[in-house]
């Protein structure tokens, strides 16, 4: 319990500590060591979600390997399988995603240590998969025709902006949440028959798309850094100004 | 793994969440209803008018009448039969005959995720009997849910 508890008051005396080593008892480092890491993760809530609505998979993980103490490349690839009918349609989509970009950690290095991660990831998706209508019924004056689509193969393109919150809650083993800021840049598909979801990226009909992920992430030290702590100017006091 | 059980509970809310948010039914508000729009214009005045009575249906259908003997018809709206390549359309125009005959494509569009697919058409071409009709002009070869003039009926 200890653990959960110190997760999310983390991210608020991340977030707002601001200078608060200025103003401590002590005298902060010169410098600190950074351990840079490779993380393995998996997002959770798509399988979670999967046992109460067995009509949608959809699986994510990523690879991110720390540059320095502020960028790590990052790698993303899923799987998904969406279903959708309505009163006059069904609606079948498979495929596969790949995202490539990078992870900006706004934290400082002394407080974050390589065991906290504040930032942004930035990424470019690439949506590659199936889908098919099944069936489809049209009624008009004429009558009601029940008919189908065939399947067809789409790529589909995406820029993605992730701001989030990573925290080490044991040896090498983190949990986090970004929120996922979607925009389609392309389709891959006509304006008549564009596909209703991409995997990776969400509901195709809307040109900006939303969501919440959920990562369990492993981490594997590789290497060390030392990285210098920049040291905050002391703020003038209106006092000192007057003497 | 005492940590990961006491966070399981997080992740169980925020997959609710996720899925109370996904699985919200949406409405259909976009226009559905694909058909040809055709003002209809009296040919002296050059204005569109009403005709006293109007009646269409199509030809071979068995669906019955679109309008029958209505008053105050500014627009004809034509509904297309997507199995076909063609149909055609027995207009009566205050007592007067006429026949209207359309080739066309059809093409399944997606209009949204809530309301489904429709049939859109291209007209090809179109041939009609004069008796009280003078002139159809197309304006708009692509018949889809919009808003928009497809024919002009001068009569």
Known sequence: MRRISAYFISILILLFSGSSVANGQTEPPDSVLIPLKIRIGAEVTGPVIYLTDRANLSTEGFISADLNEIFALFLGTGYSDYRYSQYNYEYLSKGFFLKAGVDFNILRPEKAMGKYWAGIGLRYGLSSFTCEIPSFEYENYWGTIVTSIPPSKYFGHYLEASPGFKAEIFRNFSMGWSVNIRKLVYTGAGKDLRPIYFPGYGKGGESMSFGISYYLVWNIPFKKIKVEVKKEEPEETQESEIL | ?155
């Open chain 2, 1 to 155: 793994m005492r940590s990961f059980r006491t966070n399981f509970p997080v992740v169980i809310v925020i997959a609710a969440l996720q899925l109370a948010v996904s699985c919200t039914p949406e409405s259909c508000l976009e226009e559905t209803v694909v058909e040809i729009k055709a003002p209809l214009y009296l040919n002296s005045t050059q204005e569109i008018q009403a005709p006293d009575s109007l009646t269409l249906y199509g030809l071979n259908s068995v669906s019955g009448k679109i309008y029958s003997s209505a008053k105050d018809v500014k627009k004809v709206l034509f509904p297309l039969d997507p199995s076909a390549e063609s149909c055609g359309f027995v207009i009566r125009i205050n007592g007067a005959f006429d026949t209207i005959m359309m080739n066309y494509d059809s093409y399944p569009h997606l209009i949204s995720q809530e309301c489904g697919y429709a049939y859109y058409h291209t007209i090809d071409s179109l041939t009609f009997t004069k008796n009280i009709i003078d002139t159809i002009i197309i304006k708009n070869r692509f018949v889809t849910t919009a808003n928009e003039e497809n024919f002009r009926i001068f009569y």
